[in-house]
């Protein structure tokens, strides 16, 4: 088998068209043998076929090309064009392993993994039994871009699978890899449900949440079974900073990859930690509830929320950046709560509003905020709850994603009325997950507060959105 890894393109429908074209007019017509997850049956994508001859792939092309428009950062050449071809000598494959070839490729060039449901779209066009191109946009339907580092390397690694699992004659132009490295062990790219960084990202926030001081933080971080590196100062040696790394996360070698607080997420810097839990200690009063308490934590836990979703709304609408990232902390230890697929789906909504917060993180630490402090110690709460409790998914908590959803339902307009597309976007996934987390109707709570559904709806865009936002930056 040989595999071509072709130079990257910017135009998705010429792609398209050229991987539809016949190299001769004796070629058997082109085939989609497969496509990206949730594409849908192949017959509705196949294009037709034109009464001139050849394809419109006009319609093909442009679900191709949704999540490079809907992108958050998109590239100048998002095109990626890969041709699998059988050697004379070689077995003729049938459309099912053609499709299979296809995976494995992707699957091993860390482009679309099985599996990952927010991969890039792709498909595979066949040219009879000997021939496959592969088309790839290099945005992830996350929004998030896909850099195919080391792409070729690693397709030539998957052809030298296909060839011992069909029994082929390996590429001949392929070079052999190098002593102490193994191109059919790619490294995880960033971006996947399952990196080093994320996992990272996670955990370090999940930690920061609960923690009382920085001595319990970094307590928390060799709890969880992370690698922890302290930065000192040149002048005094006190502490500046810190890394964190996951055992062997770059593969084939014992050094880990380290990763600074500040290189995970903005908020997790030593110098915004330390403010953070300064203001929490500061406005932890006697008369706050306890973890003995747990009913009126996750009343108060609403409660607050729903203001901080009232706040988004009508003419005088404003998000103190501080406050939004608090709510997001909230949901994120909420989802502990939770168990499965359900506790994965509430975390990456918590992320998706950090994002959709967002914020200046240069400078000063912001001036102390009552309601985030408030906010912020409910979270510690509800995370130190669900490290105690036995009841992975209580009615109390179920309530409290439901007006989260609003909260992410309001935000999403917040912005898309400042005009912010891309932390607007952000905001709709957010509540796309939470809503499937939580019953799209309220029901009766345990708890003796009423729900304020009224605050926590969709509202229609304020008209001054450009006071709106120079006021909330």
Do not use: K
Not at 98 to 104: H, L, M, N, P, S
Not at 135 to 140: E, F, S
Not at 201 to 213: G, M, Q, T
Not at 349 to 373: F, S
Request: charged share 25%.
């Amino acid at each position: 088998m040989i595999t071509r890894v072709h130079a990257r393109g910017t135009l998705v429908g010429a792609a398209v068209r050229h991987a539809y074209t016949a190299r001769d007019t004796a070629d058997p017509p082109p085939r989609l043998v497969a496509a990206w997850d949730g594409s849908g049956d192949l017959a509705h994508l196949e294009p037709p076929t034109l009464p001139s001859g050849g394809h419109d792939t006009r319609h093909l092309a442009a679900l191709l090309a949704e999540p490079v428009t809907a992108g958050l950062n998109p590239p100048t050449r998002p095109v990626w064009r890969c041709t699998l071809e059988l050697d004379a000598t070689d077995r003729r494959l049938t459309p099912p392993q053609w499709a299979d070839a296809a995976r494995e490729v992707l699957d091993q060039a860390g482009i679309a993994p099985r599996g990952d449901r927010h991969a890039v779209r792709w498909v595979a066009v066949a040219h009879g039994e000997d021939r496959v191109d592969i088309v790839a946009t290099l945005v992830r339907q996350d929004r998030r871009t896909e850099p195919a580092r080391h792409d070729r390397p690693r397709c030539l690694a998957a052809t030298r699978v296909l060839a011992r699992r069909y029994g082929l004659a390996p590429d001949a132009d392929e070079p052999s890899p190098p002593p102490g490295r193994r191109h059919d062990a790619p490294t995880p790219r960033r971006g996947t449900p399952a990196s080093a960084r994320d996992r990272l990202r996670r955990d370090v926030r999940a930690a920061s949440i609960i923690a009382a001081d920085e001595d319990d933080f970094l307590a928390r971080l060799h709890a969880a079974g992370l690698r922890v590196r302290l930065r000192r100062g040149s002048a005094d040696r006190g502490v500046t900073g810190y890394s964190v790394s996951l055992p062997g996360t770059a593969p084939d070698t014992d050094r880990p990859v380290w990763y600074s607080g500040g290189q995970l997420a903005p908020e997790l810097t030593l110098p915004r930690l330390r403010t953070r839990w300064a203001q929490t200690a500061a406005t932890a009063g006697a008369d706050d509830p306890g973890v003995a308490q747990p009913e009126r934590v996750w009343q108060q836990a609403a409660e607050a929320v729903s203001a901080a979703a009232d706040d988004l709304t009508g003419e005088a609408a404003r998000l103190a950046s501080d406050t939004g990232h608090a709510v997001a902390d909230v949901l994120a230890t909420a989802a502990r709560a939770f168990g499965g697929e359900q506790a994965h789906r509430l975390a990456d909504a918590a992320e998706l509003l950090h994002r959709a917060v967002g914020g200046r993180m240069r400078g000063r630490p912001p001036a102390l905020d009552a309601r985030a402090a408030h906010l912020r110690s409910l979270a510690r709460l509800i995370g130190l709850m669900a490290q105690l409790s036995d009841n992975p998914q209580p009615m109390v908590a179920l309530h409290l994603v439901y007006l989260l959803a609003g909260f992410a339902d309001n935000l999403a307009t917040f912005r898309q009325a400042q005009r912010r597309r891309s932390q607007a976007a952000a905001a709709r996934s957010a509540a796309a997950h939470l809503h499937a987390a939580a019953p799209a109707q309220p029901w009766a709570s345990p708890t003796p507060w009423p729900p304020p559904l009224a605050t926590v709806l969709p509202v229609t865009p304020p008209a001054t959105a450009r006071q709106h936002t120079r006021r909330s930056r």
